[in-house]
């Protein structure tokens, strides 16, 4: 199975440099003017984060399609940290010990991070079991930068760590799906490659 990973297209707050997980913001004009420049890969079927600006992405890179909604593919909840730029919080003690710990410890009031990763592994997971169930040969999942890093870390082989997975708004990842049942998770990401 070929799984392309994609992230949404720029939205006002990533334009600014904020950091953008709960806030329920649409594509930017100029989002909304790269996607449609880009050319995504066929594929038989489409998964969004149900967050407007994955829905307005998947609709512009994707017009015939109608994507399933995962709630599982959310981004994070930054908590205090929600809509801010790096310059509003650098002198934020408890930002700084949040990006010393390399996102391994929760954000202010936000999500932990192992809740987020239960949630996008098992999200992403599900779907592709009903995929090979069904047989599909070609999915997309369009979701955010967080979510795609997180998978990515998780199953990639072989592994990269998170911020390896860094991806422009509207690119992505293409991937071959290895079915592993012996492992601890039942899948890996396999012949991995930035998509241009």
């Not at 407007?52 to 994507?67: G, I, K, T, V």
Request: aromatic share 10%; with cysteine.
């Amino acid at each position: 199975m070929q799984v392309y990973l994609l992230r949404h297209g720029k939205t006002q707050g990533n334009l600014e440099g904020r950091y953008v997980g709960r806030t329920d913001e649409p594509l930017s004009p100029q989002g909304e003017q790269e996607l449609l420049r880009r050319d995504y890969p066929p594929v038989e079927r489409l998964y969004a984060s149900p967050m407007r600006r994955c829905l307005q992405s998947a609709q512009l890179a994707y017009p015939q399609m109608h994507p399933i909604l995962l709630e599982g593919l959310r981004e994070t909840d930054f908590g205090r940290f929600e809509y801010q730029t790096y310059d509003q919080l650098r002198d934020c003690p408890a930002y700084r010990a949040w990006i010393d710990s390399g996102g391994k410890q929760a954000p202010l009031g936000g999500e932990p991070p192992e809740l987020f990763r239960r949630r996008c592994l098992g999200a992403f997971l599900a779907a592709l079991e009903c995929c090979k169930a069904e047989r599909i040969a070609r999915v997309a999942f369009l979701t955010h930068g967080g979510v795609l890093m997180t998978l990515l870390e998780a199953l990639s082989d072989p592994s990269q760590p998170f911020y390896h997975w860094q991806v422009e708004n509207g690119g992505g990842w293409s991937a071959q799906v290895d079915w592993r049942l012996e492992d601890p998770l039942p899948v890996r990401l396999i012949d991995y490659r930035k998509l241009e």
